[in-house]
């Protein structure tokens, strides 16, 4: 898809600059992809990641805050159309492929959530290599055994699936020292992983603390984190 954002401050256009990157940067620092010399612009303000067709952008803990249609924003799926305001300046996206504004759904939401834990090189190092080629694998799916959300199961179809006592985890687990979010399940074509991000507490599968390299996950694998105990299994359907 073709994106560029529109740079203006009041009613003049300053630049355009294309989306090509996984990552863009905005802030007052000069080494930001797109640098806006402003006092009211954090040095480090936000940052655009591409991820798989969407386009989101995220509020990097700037003291201004970040608009989006005059809305404050943490994280967001951008649409066409849409204006951002940093500071003074407002950023215009621009979707070449998608002429027509359009809404964000609870579902995209939700799903941007879980992939937006992690920097795009972790992520890429995560998924590894993903070809279309490789034959399709049973849906991965959990089913909380004990936790905050005892009961209730999972499928795992998204690419990545958050695990910590973050508002933005799929899968709570509290603890003192749990990390927001502190595990992440991703899924390959070869299988289903779990790897450490952050937190003291690291999880465990089948009682071995696991750690920043990819741990695969086995049918019937049992995962625990803080007060969570959950088993990992594959429906008898591929994905």
Do not use: W
């Not at 990157?21 to 930001?32: F, H, L, P, Q, V």
């Not at 939401?109 to 992939?115: A, G, N, P, V």
Request: net charge neutral; with cysteine.
């Amino acid at each position: 898809m073709s994106n560029k954002l529109v740079l203006r401050f009041k009613d003049t256009i300053i630049s355009e600059y294309p989306l090509e990157a996984e990552e863009t940067t905005i802030g007052r620092k000069s080494e930001n992809t797109i640098h806006i010399d402003n006092l009211a612009v954090s040095g480090r303000h936000a940052r655009i990641l591409k991820i798989g067709n969407k386009v989101i952008l995220e509020d990097l803990g700037s003291t201004n805050g970040t608009l989006v249609n005059n809305k404050p924003i943490t994280k967001h799926i951008l649409k066409n159309g849409e204006s951002i305001l940093i500071g003074k300046h407002t950023l215009t996206f621009v979707s070449l492929d998608d002429p027509l504004p359009t809404t964000t759904s609870e579902a995209e939401e939700s799903d941007m959530d879980k992939t937006m834990i992690i920097s795009p090189q972790s992520r890429s190092a995560l998924l590894g290599n993903t070809k279309t080629s490789a034959p399709a694998m049973p849906l991965g799916a959990v089913q909380i055994i004990s936790g905050t959300q005892a009961g209730k199961s999972f499928d795992l179809s998204a690419s990545l699936t958050s695990i910590g006592k973050g508002d933005n985890c799929r899968i709570k687990a509290k603890g003192f020292t749990v990390g927001k979010q502190s595990a992440v399940i991703t899924r390959r074509p070869t299988g289903y992983h779990i790897t450490h991000l952050e937190g003291i507490s690291k999880a465990k599968v089948n009682g071995t603390p696991i750690s920043e390299q990819p741990t695969p996950l086995k049918d019937s694998a049992i995962i625990e984190l803080g007060d969570m105990k959950m088993e990992f299994f594959l429906r008898d359907e591929p994905s």
